[in-house]
């Protein structure tokens, strides 16, 4: 087998750690857990049931929640669709207004698209320079019929932050609604669903060293009475998701929250520290720009923009695995949205990369990834006679 690339890809998805994968097979044999957790008459679905019970709880607490408050989906995806659906199909459609952004994951925008043909009319902010969505382009926008208020707390091409703080003050003044699609902010910023005037949040296991396939929406008082469920079968989770409890993922994301918790401060300090020597090595090199905020931002991800002609960024992707800016567009080769609204052309969107850190990424990864990327830069003949 040929060497795997260095991986710089974990805003993509991250390996399951390996303390994780150790509860979750502990969960599938007949000598294991294996049992339904809605079999409440026999010790089987007993003990499934207080596995699940109890990574409600590791989940809630990372996030400052209460566990009764954290509903199982079958990731952010299927949590931001139960969101945006939910709320809008309880207060009726067609009607009222949503507000999200430009720059949220397909998750929210092909959601939000639904939403409209349903009737509902959706304004989407855009961010300003520093790919940020700020509460005066929220408080601007909200319309006395706004019911909901859909925005990341981090975007997953930039690393950027919005101050969903400030966001939420404004949104709970007027009555609506916020959800926010924390996806990309859990385990990497310190959430107090406890404090913060938040209303639903999605979350997903696989971008936190847990497996694919499992995420939870934090349903919180506001929005316990205005929500529908959109999966329909067995009334499990207080009837707001139906579906056998998939007792192995469940407890794997319970347990890679809990690990998020536990290593917080120690994993935050190692990340940045990687974070300015890969800066270090890269803004060295001529016309590099750093995409979005340089301050309000998670150190784990970066999106630079390379000079025109720098490199080849397919041929790079050979020795580093990272994100190209259509990787997020999936199946589609269009350039990436978010760089569209940061006001890219789709030539300079398509010298963008995103280079993303984890718990597994090394100095020397770091390193070695710098002289690929200057050895690719320094290949490229025309760059430094045409470099401005
Ligand atoms: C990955 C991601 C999603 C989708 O999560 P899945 O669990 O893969 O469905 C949604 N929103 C953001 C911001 C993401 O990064």
């Known amino acids: 087998m040929n ?13 399951v750690d390996e303390r994780v994968i150790k509860v979750m097979v502990e969960c599938l044999g007949f000598d294991g857990n294996f049992g339904n957790p809605a079999s409440s008459s026999h010790a089987f679905g007993q003990q499934a049931r207080q596995s699940v019970e109890q990574a409600r709880r ?24 139960l969101a945006l659906k939910g709320v809008a199909q309880a207060r009726g459609v067609p009607g009222g207004h949503v507000i999200t952004s430009q720059i949220e994951h397909k998750a929210i925008l ?17 961010p300003n320079a520093d790919g940020v969505i700020t509460a005066e382009a929220v408080s601007e926008a909200l319309r006395d019929d706004t019911f909901l208020v859909s925005l990341m707390l981090v975007n997953n091409e930039l690393g950027t932050l919005n101050d969903i703080r400030a966001i939420g003050q404004v949104v709970r003044e007027r009555g609506a609604l916020l959800h926010v699609d924390a996806a990309q902010g859990a385990g990497k910023v310190a959430i107090d669903l406890a404090q913060w005037p938040v209303d639903l949040m999605s979350f997903s296991a696989h971008k936190l ?11 919180g008082p506001r929005a316990e009475q205005r929500l529908q469920a959109q999966i329909h079968g067995g009334g499990h989770e207080g009837g707001l998701r139906s579906g056998t ?8 994301m319970g347990e890679a929250f809990a690990l998020a918790q536990s290593g917080f401060a120690e994993e935050h300090a190692t990340i940045v520290r990687l974070r300015e020597r890969l800066l270090e090595g890269l803004l060295s090199l001529p016309g590099v ?45 269009a350039p990436s949205h978010v760089l569209l609204a940061l006001g890219h052309d789709a030539r300079s969107a398509s010298r963008t990369i ?15 990834a710098v002289n690929l990327i200057k050895a690719a830069v320094a290949s490229a003949p025309a760059f430094w006679a045409i470099a401005p």
């Not at 092909?110 to 855009?126: E, I, S």
């Not at 409890?245 to 794997?252: D, G, P, S």
């Open 3 to 15: 060497k795997r690339p260095l991986y710089f890809d974990y805003a993509a998805t991250t390996p």
């Open 58 to 81: 590791q989940v809630a607490e990372l996030v400052g929640a209460q566990p009764e408050q954290i509903v199982w989906t079958s990731g952010a995806t299927e949590s931001n669709n």
């Open 110 to 126: 092909d959601t939000a698209r639904q939403l409209q043909d349903a009737g509902v009319a959706v304004t989407y902010l855009v």
């Open 209 to 219: 060293y847990g497996p694919k396939g499992i995420g939870a929406l934090y349903v």
């Open 245 to 252: 409890l998939a007792t192995h993922q469940i407890v794997a």
């Open 289 to 333: 720009r750093l995409n979005g905020c340089a301050k309000q931002r998670i150190p784990h991800t970066l999106s630079l923009t390379f000079n025109e002609g720098e490199f080849n960024s397919a041929a790079l992707s050979t020795s580093i695995a990272f994100s190209a800016t259509s990787a997020c567009n999936s199946a589609s080769n």
């Open 354 to 368: 995103r280079l993303s850190l984890g718990r597994y990424s090394t100095e020397q990864d770091i390193d070695q």
